[in-house]
């Protein structure tokens, strides 16, 4: 078992998700600090991939802008290995599945695994899929999350019952990006995953506003906030890690 | 229940796409394996190939050209002369048939070269389905006539700007659109990639080719040919012109990869020569990229080949060598497109023009009792504008 159900433990999560490297990884550092600092429970890493299928348009720019500056998936693990120094909580990687294929799946797994990673989420591995990574997951106690979206439906059953972590609970059709409004019904979804597993839900994809997070937080046992942190961080740029701190502590203040 | 390993040839194919989009993946397949066998729906897409597409297309010797190379005997499988002047005609034909049974009332496409996009505008526009199609905006300007086209046949065009603006950043934007509509949407996804089903119905709408190119041959050379050639860029004219020789082991099946300015450059989009394996557009196969898995900017003056992966089916063939795949330079396919337009009066899309190419050098080196089969995938009139251009002369179209 990870060290991911230790995010749960102290009320609502507040998981905030940063593309590393963007806009270089000194800043990436400061911003996972700030965060840190400011109440986050679970820190979702997103190593870059050049063609972010998942993505809406923020996070794309997001993904090209740090592939642009150069940085790589060995130079992510680094700063991960030298981050663990002081930051405890559970972190978790977000990013496709060449990326983690083409290091050498078992390369990637087992140094997550050396520098305290405690889980991978892949968007572009569903369930039928998932045997494409898991045994070394397994074998280097990594979570494998899975997602469930508005789509699943009945799918939710198997899906739940094998998942690891927590549940990644996609809010709304789509990509990710921020959303004035979130119509799905997230309640029977959640109450629906519940029959099957007694692991944390998450609610991401298109939340960005403390009472979003109020609201959502009231369904699940956690919050994932990716496009609205990384506008901050496009506007703000080197200056971005207070502003991420600020917009940390308002949201986990929130729920 | 059990991981299903659906749509897989040997380790290739699978299905690497968001969860929001596995049921409408699921739905279409149970679609389509009740459609492929429901004989009102083969009367009705037979009816569309004949009728409406201009099927069966030519298979024509072509004398002259065989005579000046001086070798095999040289025939060509005339998809150009289809309605919509391509292959992609078939299997989109097939596709909008589909979803028009599914009671899907939009369809959603990429397009690199632009004829996927006007064969799926044009099914729409048969079928009164609404019609968008994405197309990278470096493609939008290289083709700006089939851009016409699709407006023309009421589709809506939407530029791509991300990435580097080509087919595989079409495909993404097809893809992100999907997730975002599902109920009334079809995505008509236009070669032999993506997630299972479609590499499968893909190739079974487009194997219509191979399955006439064997009927024709046979009528006239009372024998199987040795070669059948065709260009590759995600691959589904060739799978389709070589679907129905794969247990013929006598005939040798040959992909011509776009190379752009050669292998040994960065500026190419061969991915069997540069390429290695990875899970890219919902699909295990091979894959232009660099060390990290970031995906290749790849290049090819033909923006139909002008993709950075292969269809998983093509992926197996090569694997376990039953079909061979041979990279092909800008400079080779614009000399055979410039040379079967004076040859036999036949201008090839550039696309096509790497198999020609290849068949040019191959023949010379076989017998008169040889035959070749070229798929010539679609027609010219589209390159025009760019060949001149590559030849330093600015036309304006």
Same mark, same amino acid.
């Given at each position: ?13 507040? @998981?905030p998700f940063i593309t590393c490297g963007y806009p270089d990884i000194n800043t990436t550092k400061a911003i996972i ?10 820190i979702e890493l997103g190593i870059p991939f050049?063609?972010p ?6 996070i794309?720019?997001a993904n090209?802008n740090a592939l642009?500056g150069g940085i790589t998936t060995d130079k992510i693990f680094d700063m991960v290995r030298e981050i *663990? ?6 972190i978790v990687f977000m990013t496709?599945?060449?990326v ?15 520098i305290?990673v ?6 572009? +591995? ?62 029977? @979804? ?8 007694? &692991? ?26 990716g496009?609205?942190i990384i506008? @901050?961080i ?22 | ?9 040997? &380790? ?8 929001? +989009? ?47 190379? =001086? ?9 150009? +002369? ?33 004829? !996927? ?52 950043? %079409? ?14 949407? !079809? ?54 012109? &070589?679907? !129905? ?7 040798? +099946?040959?992909?011509?990869?776009? %190379? =752009? ?13 540069? =390429? ?16 990290f ?28 060598? *039953? ?75």
């Amino acid at each position: 078992m990870s060290n991911i159900h230790s995010a749960f433990e102290h009320g609502k999560a507040f @998981i905030p998700f940063i593309t590393c490297g963007y806009p270089d990884i000194n800043t990436t550092k400061a911003i996972i600090h700030k965060a840190v600092k400011n109440g986050a429970d679970l820190i979702e890493l997103g190593i870059p991939f050049s063609d972010p299928t998942a993505e809406g348009a923020v996070i794309q720019s997001a993904n090209y802008n740090a592939l642009k500056g150069g940085i790589t998936t060995d130079k992510i693990f680094d700063m991960v290995r030298e981050i *663990r120094k002081e930051i405890h909580i559970p972190i978790v990687f977000m990013t496709y599945a060449n990326v983690v294929f083409s290091y050498g799946t078992e390369r990637f797994i087992s140094t997550c695994r050396e520098i305290h990673v405690d889980g991978i989420i892949i968007p572009d +591995l569903p369930f039928e899929e998932k045997d494409e990574f898991l045994p070394e997951c397994n074998k280097y106690d990594v979570d494998l999350i899975s997602m469930i979206a508005p789509t699943s439906d009945e799918r939710i059953a198997m899906i739940s019952r094998e998942a690891k972590g927590f549940l990644y609970i996609v809010s709304s059709l789509g990509v990710t990006g921020t959303r004035k409004e979130i119509t799905t019904d997230l309640n029977a @979804i959640i109450s629906s995953v519940r029959k099957h597993t007694k &692991i944390p839900c998450a609610i991401g994809f298109g939340i960005s506003t403390p009472e979003q997070a109020a609201r959502m937080s009231k369904i699940s046992d956690g919050v994932i906030v990716g496009s609205a942190i990384i506008k @901050i961080i496009a506007q703000h740029g080197k200056n971005s890690p207070v502003y991420v701190g600020e917009y940390v502590k308002s949201m986990k203040n929130a729920m | 229940m059990t991981t299903n390993k659906a749509g897989r040839f040997g &380790i290739h194919g699978g299905q690497y796409i968001p969860e929001t +989009l596995m049921n409408a993946v699921n739905e279409l397949e149970r679609a389509y394996n009740f459609y492929r066998n429901d004989s009102d729906f083969n009367t009705e897409l037979t009816r569309l190939f004949n009728d409406y597409a201009g099927r069966p297309s030519r298979l024509y010797y072509a004398e002259r050209m065989t005579n000046d190379l =001086g070798g095999a005997k040289i025939y060509l499988k005339r998809e150009d +002369l289809n309605h919509t002047g391509a292959h992609k005609i078939n299997n989109v034909l097939g596709q909008a048939l589909l979803a028009k049974r599914m009671g899907k009332t939009r369809l959603i496409a990429e397009t690199g070269a632009g004829q !996927h996009g006007v064969a799926t505008a044009t099914a729409a526009a048969l079928m009164g389905m609404s019609c968008v199609v994405f197309m990278g905006e470096e493609d939008t300007l290289r083709q700006a006539l089939n851009v016409y086209r699709m407006r023309l046949l009421g589709a809506e065009v939407i530029p791509v700007k991300t990435g580097t603006g080509t087919l595989k950043d %079409a495909v993404s934007e097809a893809f992100r659109e999907w997730t975002t509509r599902i109920d009334d949407t !079809h995505y008509c996804l236009g070669s032999v990639m993506g997630p299972h089903p479609f590499p499968m119905i893909v190739r079974d709408f487009q194997s219509v080719i191979s399955r006439e190119i064997k009927a024709q041959i046979l009528e006239r050379e009372n024998k199987l040919p040795d070669y059948v050639i065709a260009c590759v860029g995600g691959g589904s004219n060739a799978i389709g012109s &070589i679907y !129905h020789f794969i247990d013929d082991s006598c005939v040798k +099946l040959i992909g011509c990869e776009a %190379a =752009g300015r050669g292998i040994n450059t960065f500026e190419t989009a061969a991915t069997i020569a540069t =390429g290695r394996m990875g899970i890219f557009h919902g699909m295990k196969s091979y894959f232009c990229q660099d060390e990290f898995g970031q995906i290749a900017p790849v290049y090819s003056i033909s923006a139909g080949l002008d993709y950075p992966g292969i269809g998983p089916e093509h992926a197996y063939l090569h694997d376990i060598g *039953r079909a061979e795949y041979v990279p092909v330079t800008d400079e080779e396919a614009v000399c055979a497109f410039e040379y079967l337009s004076r040859t036999e009066g036949i201008i090839p899309a550039i696309e096509s023009a790497h198999a020609v190419s290849y068949a040019m050098k191959l023949a010379p080196s076989l017998s008169r009792e040889n035959i070749i089969v070229i798929t010539i995938s679609g027609r010219g009139d589209k390159d025009c504008a760019a060949i001149a251009r590559y030849r330093g002369e600015n036309i304006n179209e």
